[in-house]
Each structure stands twice: as C-alpha cells, then as structure tokens.
Nanobody, 124 residues
Framework: QVQLVESGGGLVQAGGSLRLSCAAS????????MGWFRQAPGKEREFVAA????????YYANSVKGRFTISRGNAKNAVDLQMNSLLPDDTGVYYC?????????????????WGQGTQVTVSS
C-alpha cells in the first residue's frame, strides 16, 4: 500500500508564493505519474498539474499555467508544486495523487493513490 503525505500548505496573501511537497512511502511510486488536484469549499475536486514518472512532460490546468510548476525529485518518489502569484481563487485543499496509467491524465479516476490533502488559503 502506498501512502502519500502532503506538506507545505498555509495562509498567504494574494501575490505570494507557497511550495507544496508530497512524499510517498514506497519507492514503487517512482514508476507512477504524479498529479496535484485541489478542492475549493463547495466545489468539486479539480485537476491542477501532472508530471510523468520520468519527471518530464509536465502539464497544467489553464487556470494555473505560468504560475505553478510541478517537479519531482531525483529519487522520483516525491513531487513538489511551486505556486507563485497566488490568487484568492487558488484557495482550497490540495491533494497529491499517483497514477499507474500509461499516459498522464487529468482524470481523477485514473489515479490509484491519494494523499490526505493540505490546506492552502490565499487572502485578498
């Protein structure tokens, strides 16, 4: 069983930055594509960013493109999300997820493991 643990959330003013990290309990996740999702209060969980198991081919939701950067460490069992120029609309619980699908995906159903989430609050 793979466990994913997120960290780095917090309260920040609009325009500020945060860096989220996700660590996996098992090295097997190094062969998984990784993604970040978020869920704002009263809204459905939505895709934010994904990166391949090699650490390449990152892609992003249009709402965060140019502001967020996803990356994974050399050991490939951790993934980070650098968030810059934060907006109040970025507020929500951010979840790390691992997918065994062959192709990277923004579909929640294609992710096999999920973390518990970390709260990000952006004040205006």
């Amino acid at each position: 069983q793979v466990q994913l643990v997120e960290s780095g959330g917090g309260l920040v003013q609009a325009g500020g930055s945060l860096r989220l990290s996700c660590a996996a309990s098992a090295s097997t996740v190094s062969n998984y594509n990784m993604g970040w999702f978020r869920q704002a209060p009263g809204k459905e969980r939505e895709f934010v960013a994904a990166i391949s198991w090699t650490g390449g081919s990152p892609y992003y939701a249009n709402s965060v493109k140019g502001r967020f950067t996803i990356s994974r460490g050399n050991a490939k069992n951790a993934v980070d999300l650098q968030m810059n120029s934060l907006l109040p609309d970025d507020t929500g619980v951010y979840y790390c997820a691992a997918s065994a699908a062959l192709a990277m995906t923004d579909r929640m159903s294609q992710y096999n493991y999920w973390g518990q989430g970390t709260q990000v609050t952006v004040s205006s």
